[in-house]
């Protein structure tokens, strides 16, 4: 089954609409017209029915016209534009007097009718309107006065006005389905050039955008929405596609370095402390690999915003506390002065799991990059009803020109390119990707070579 195009629909139903509205005027208007020409012909009747009684004289029980001669002589004797029918009866029905212009013709009473009511007839296959009204002798009804006027004139007006009506209805609603059309096909453009654009979009070109329409309609606002979803997918397939290239560059090259050393194991015999001593370097190798995929595996995992939280009651105090102790080994080799300004029990409602990695990479980045000898300090306060988390170190810090590139994935300051310090570079990409999903909000100031503070504000929990 054939479907209409868009364009053709949105014609379609305006002109539903628009052919009930016209139909609906035009009854009104020939409903007018109709009411207008009968009263017309109604007051006409009235007026002759007026005139005529005051011609009669009543004589005991019968009545006669006071001037016969002159009532022959005037219009009634003569088929008019508007021809007035007049017959007069006795009670038994029988004609007294009647309008010359009947001729051999006679006004028909009808004994149904109600007395001084209107009524249409016919006379010799001619419509009229015709009244019947009694003649009194005191209360006796003595005759009856007819009068009728032609419908003749009124008929044809209404059949002329009908057929008109008949023969405009379908020309006005071709003429304007047309006219819809045309003017839903210029309306609906834009979407035109959303199909267009679409057909143009592929994976390798994402750069096209939809011309925005000049109004500033529903339209434009479904324009501009597609024109934004398609700068959020190309900005997703440009990182996606950095972080493929980025993902490659960093496992190849702890690979690349086993492939490196175990050739240079095989070339020729060696003594067992070199054996032990290039097994021990690449086994460091193979963890460092093994870390990286687990990060890269991790950042996977929470890309979707739609991965499940499970929110329970954390006691913060005691995350930051056993987070530390796992870290006692490399706090005390590097001789770090350690301090926790906790000023009472705080408890928020988070994913436990998700929460504990965000803390466990910040204490581990502050370890990382502190200096011998250094200071980590860690305090947990209340500000304007949040609860903010400041974890504070004294290490190498980090260039202003670097600090906003530090959640980027695989990035790494160029202060912490020290052949000491390891890293993938995923560590706060990380941090930041759940600290989205857990609603936290993160920042970090640092200044070169004096240290870094990060801090993370969220919302304590009540428990009462």
Known sequence: MHRLSFKNRIASNYIVTTALLIFVVFF??????????????NNDI?????KHLTEIEIVGNSFHLIHEEEWKEREHNTLDVNPVFIQFIDNNR????KSPNLKKSTLTFDKEKTDKKLFDTKLVDNAIRQIQVPIYQKTKVIGYILIAMSLEDATMVLNNLSEVLIIAYPVILILLFFIARFIAGRSIKPISSIITTSNIITKDNLSSRILLPQNRDELFVLSQTINNLLDRIETAVEREKQFTSDASHELRTPLTVIKGTLEVLIRKPRDHAEYEEKINFCVTEVNRLNHLVDQLLLLARFENQKQTLKPEKVYLNALFLDTIARYS??????KITLSTEFSKDYYIETDNYLFSIVINNLISNALKYSNPNGNLIVTIKTINSKIECYITDSGIGIPAEDLEKIFNQFYRSKSSNHPDIKGTGLGLSIVKRLCSLLNIDIAITSEENSGTTVILSLFEADFK
């Open 329 to 334: 080994t490399v706090i005390q080799s590097k």
């Open 94 to 97: 029988n004609v007294i007097e």
């Open 28 to 41: 009104i208007i020939y409903s007018i017209v109709k009411y207008s020409v009968y009263s017309h012909v």
């Open 46 to 50: 009235s007026s002759e029915v007026e």
